[in-house]
């Protein structure tokens, strides 16, 4: 499963063509995670994704799921 993982994230990474730093490779890692998360659909699950929110049901497309995503982690209070 590891294994799978990792090819999964050097395809996706691939395009990048390294990072200029630290905060880019972190940057890149962290929306890989959420797409794979909260927005990819995965066979072994039917089609879901492996954490569901309801709130982005009613979203058709993509893009306007990441936007929805976004939004919801603005409105979140920082972190102290």
């Known amino acids: 499963m590891i294994e ?3 090819r999964t994230y050097r395809f996706h990474t691939r395009a990048a063509c390294g990072f ?7 940057t890149l890692t ?4 959420t797409y794979y998360n909260f927005l990819r659909p995965h066979t ?4 879901d994704r492996p954490v569901h929110l309801h709130e982005l049901d009613p979203i058709p ?20």
């Not at 962290?30 to 995670?33: R, Y």
């Not at 497309?61 to 102290?80: E, F, H, I, N, S």
């Open 44 to 47: 072994a699950l039917s089609g």
């Open 4 to 6: 799978r993982l990792n």
């Open 20 to 26: 200029d730093s630290p905060n880019g490779a972190l």
């Open 61 to 80: 497309t993509v893009q306007g799921r990441w936007c929805k995503l976004l939004d919801m982690a603005l409105a979140l209070p920082a972190a102290a």
């Open 30 to 33: 962290v929306l890989f995670v």
